[in-house]
């Protein structure tokens, strides 16, 4: 297998426990685009947080992720073929799915090699969906209070390559034929103890504590305690997507 930007694979049972879950919406939506609904590639599937909710909508999924110990953790599905393999060479059979979705993951990949393997895999006209979420919208005073955690506190550890999500996606290269596709967020109702969970699995929190030894997450709480209260929050993260056809 090839060399990856292994980003988590450390924290993979926390990711399963604390990530948020996408919409119905989302796949639904990308499988009244895809010609037919026999097979979709979930391509970077993590835990498969993403790979669930398409095998509603389609036949099969193909779910791959680089990290073997993403895929351990997670939960086996008649509709899903898990597997551990590089987006670039994923394994599968040429023109062999309706559909490719890549979720919170595209801007880790090597965008031309996977391009290719992206046409490759797919049938003609089948609809590649990328898409990605920054920091959620909570409420004025935590909002702000997080995003100088984000910046300043764990600022310099952030990969280099999370900057293509601060910019929605707008440098990456997309060679594909342009696809309308409406605008989703993703909504969760979270206490801090869930929210603060879903902190600890930022690739940037947990460079930080290789760093220093030290955990950063106590200090945020102390901050948020007063300012998020003793109920569950609503919680709205804008879906960033790119959409196109192979």
């Known amino acids: 297998m090839n060399d990856f930007k292994d980003h988590f694979s450390g924290h993979a049972g926390a990711y399963a426990d ?7 919406a989302l796949f639904a939506a990308i499988a009244q685009v895809a010609p037919a609904r026999r097979a979709v590639w979930d391509v970077g599937c993590g835990n498969g947080q993403a790979s669930v909710g398409l095998a509603r909508h389609f036949d099969h999924v193909f779910a791959t992720d680089a990290s073997a110990q993403q895929i351990a953790a997670a939960q ?9 393999a590089p987006a670039e060479h994923s394994g599968l059979d040429a023109a062999s799915v309706d559909a490719i979705l890549i979720a919170q993951a595209l801007h ?19 609809p590649i969906i990328a898409t990605a979420y920054e920091l959620a919208q909570i409420a004025p005073e935590i909002d ?11 600022g310099p550890y952030w990969p280099a390559d999370r900057a293509h ?22 909504n969760a109702l979270w206490s801090l103890d869930q929210w603060l969970g879903y902190v600890t699995t930022w690739s940037a929190v947990r460079r930080y504590m290789a760093a220093t ?4 997450v106590p200090a945020l709480r102390a901050q ?8 569950p929050r609503a919680i709205n993260w804008p879906l960033v997507i790119k959409a196109g056809r192979i």
């Open 76 to 84: 086996a599905h008649e509709r899903i073929d898990f597997r551990a």
């Open 165 to 186: 999500v601060e910019t929605g996606y707008q440098e990456i290269p997309w060679p594909f034929a342009p696809l309308n596709f409406t605008a989703i967020s993703m």
């Open 108 to 126: 880790w990949f090597d965008f031309d090699a996977f391009y290719a393997e992206a046409r490759r895999v797919a049938k003609p006209g089948a």
């Open 213 to 216: 030894g030290k955990d950063p």
């Open 18 to 24: 604390y990530r948020p879950t996408y919409p119905d």
């Open 144 to 154: 702000a209070e997080v995003r100088q955690f984000y910046k300043a506190d764990i």
């Open 224 to 231: 948020l305690k007063p300012l998020w209260g003793n109920t």
